[in-house]
């Protein structure tokens, strides 16, 4: 089972939101046009005295998260885009997606279950990467207001890209003080495999401030997963200690991010699963992060047993994204709480397996504050 929270924080209401209800976090939302399959895309405001979130149904990607740094000036801390049209015609960086049926890796998009083998359409160095080209990131989401949040959800059919079973998936966004928090719930009508998360991008200098390479790191984990050349596992936990993988003391990302070393050639940088200490403790740190340019701070806790820290390492490139978005390499880093790339053909990670009659829970809270 899954279990994972985010938490986030709220602000004052912008522009042309309609009021849809009082709580004690203010929930606001706007029509977001149309996406190209003719459904009707709405985003939403979630706003507390401190920190402010927007979410759109479209994908339930985060778009924006305005916080306040040392001097109580507001910037937004997540990378994304101004309209609707940016996240349908960007396949590529899954800008504060909710990424599934499988979020991260299936080596070459085929694992069995029960003896019979499923094949999932590759996106990613013969690889299946976040769901296929058609995941939960491309979808939209039917959203219901619930207290200081919405609730989204999306019923997945049976044998959408090539998955068993038809899989209704709820998310729970809401704002509480300075947390935003994600509480992901799902069944299924077949045996199926499930790994939910969220891929916002944090850059906590504001959102096309530079670089993160001097965020200061901490991640409490012993060990990683390895990759082999297309970056799935390796089936190895190796220790973290002596390498660039160690931040279990904080560590700015840019450390040691350009030291020689394979796994880092591998991924361009940092792109790897941390298998976290306190994993099956309920709600246990997953990162904690600093920026010492704005003071903001970021503390991530969750249920899942590892997170795949990325650190932008493919931005950058030589074209702008949609909408004429560009962003520096390095631009934002990505916490992904989650259970194990691979999992479904590595018996030896937590299994992601989820059968009829089960409910998968799984939470993740991210907490922002600052540091004089």
């Not at 924080?9 to 209800?21: E, H």
């Not at 916002?200 to 965020?215: A, P, Q, R």
């Not at 941390?274 to 003071?295: C, E, I, M, R």
């Amino acid at each position: 089972m899954f279990k994972q929270v985010w938490v986030g924080a709220a602000a004052l209401l912008i522009g042309s939101f309609a009021q849809v209800g009082l709580a004690q976090t203010a929930v606001s939302k706007q029509p977001w046009g149309t996406a190209t399959d003719g459904k009707s895309v709405e985003l939403y405001k979630l706003s507390d005295k401190d920190i402010s979130v927007s979410i759109t149904t479209y994908g339930a990607h985060v778009v924006t998260i305005d916080a306040p740094d040392r001097n109580g000036k507001m910037a937004d801390i997540v990378l994304g885009y101004p309209n609707l049209q940016g996240y349908e015609q960007d396949s590529t960086t899954y800008f504060g997606a909710i990424v599934g049926r499988y979020g991260n890796r299936i080596a070459k998009g085929t694992f069995s279950l029960d003896g019979k083998t499923y094949h999932i359409p590759v996106n990613n160095n013969g690889n299946a990467l976040h769901g296929g080209p058609r995941g939960f990131s491309s979808k939209v989401w039917t959203a219901t207001q619930i207290p200081n949040g919405i609730e989204l959800t999306l019923v997945s059919p049976d044998g959408d890209m090539g998955f068993p079973g038809t899989l209704t998936a709820h998310v729970r966004y809401t704002v509480e003080g300075k947390s935003l928090r994600i509480n992901y719930t799902a069944t299924t009508t077949k045996p199926t495999v499930l790994n939910l998360t969220n891929h916002s991008y944090f850059n906590l200098s504001g959102n096309g401030n530079g670089t993160i390479l001097n965020e200061v790191l901490t991640i409490p984990a012993d060990r990683y997963t390895p990759v082999n050349a297309t970056q799935i596992p390796t089936g190895q936990l190796a220790p973290v200690q002596g390498t660039p993988f160690d931040f279990l003391k904080p560590t700015p990302i840019g450390a040691r991010i350009h030291d020689k070393n394979e796994q880092l050639r591998i991924g361009g940088g940092y792109d790897h699963n941390f298998v976290l200490n306190g994993q099956g403790t309920g709600l246990h740190l997953a990162a904690k992060v600093y920026d010492p340019a704005s003071g903001r701070t970021l503390t991530v806790t969750t249920t899942e047993p590892g997170v795949q820290f990325y650190s932008g390492n493919f931005l950058g490139g030589p074209a702008p994204l949609p909408d004429g978005v560009k962003y520096p390499q390095y631009a934002g880093f990505a916490l992904e709480t989650q259970h194990f790339p691979d999992s479904p053909n590595q018996p030896s990670f937590p299994s992601t397996r989820l059968n009829p009659g089960q409910t998968m829970h799984s939470e993740t809270v991210f907490t922002f504050g600052v540091k004089q």
